[in-house]
Every structure is written in structure tokens, then in C-alpha cells.
């Protein structure tokens, strides 16, 4: 069983940055692949970025390719997503997801609750 609490979401201006990061618990954090979904109001959620279970290789959506930047550390249990150049579209609540080396829902085996980033216009 894996527990995941993500933090870091909040208000920000359009091109402002935010950096969120999900905690887990657990000694298995190693032999997951850790990643970012996101759910806009009214809309389907969607893969925003996976990082490998050693952090070598990363896969980012195209709407974020090269604005943001997802890291694990191993020592702390946690994986971070840095969001830059942040866009209104951008909105959405933010969920950090624990599973196997996929982009689809359908590879998270464990879910956090979510973090709220709003960014205005």
C-alpha cells in the first residue's frame, strides 16, 4: 500500500511558476514509476508527466513539454513537478500517481488527493 499527499498548489499569475510535490509513504517507492495527472473543471483527467521508478527517464505531455520539470528523490519518498511559464489552460487540480511506466490512467495503481492550481489571466 502507497500513500501519496501532494502539496505545493495554489493562485499565480499567468508566466509565474509554482512547484508542487507528492510525499509517500511506504518502502516500495523505489519500484514505482511516479507521475502527474491533471482534471480541469467539466474536462476528462489527463497525463501530464511520468518519471522511470530510477528517475532516468521522464515523458512529458505536449501542452508542457519544456515548461515543466518532474523529479524524484528517493531519499525523501517524494516526486516534485516544477511548473514554469504557467498558462489560464494550466488550471486544473493537480493529482500525483503511483504505478507502472505509463502515460494512461489505466497504469496508477495509487492516487493522491490532489492539489488546486489556479493560474489567472
Known amino acids: 500500500q502507497v500513500q501519496l499527499v501532494e502539496s505545493g498548489g495554489g493562485l499565480v499569475q499567468a508566466g509565474g511558476s509554482l512547484s508542487l510535490s507528492c510525499a509517500a509513504s511506504?518502502?516500495?517507492?523505489?519500484?514505482?514509476?511516479m507521475g502527474w495527472f491533471r482534471q480541469a473543471p467539466g474536462k476528462e483527467r489527463e497525463f501530464v508527466s511520468v518519471?522511470?521508478?530510477?528517475?532516468?527517464?521522464?515523458v512529458y505531455a505536449d501542452s508542457v513539454k519544456g515548461r515543466f520539470t518532474i523529479s524524484r528523490d528517493h531519499a525523501k519518498n517524494t516526486v516534485y513537478l516544477q511548473l514554469n511559464s504557467l498558462k489560464p489552460e494550466d488550471t486544473a487540480v493537480y493529482y500525483c500517481a503511483a504505478g507502472s511506466w505509463t502515460t494512461s490512467i489505466e497504469g496508477v495503481d495509487y492516487w493522491g488527493q490532489g492539489t488546486q492550481v489556479t493560474v489567472s489571466s
Open positions: 511506504g518502502r516500495t517507492f523505489r519500484t514505482y514509476a
Open positions: 518519471i522511470s521508478n530510477s528517475g532516468a527517464s521522464t
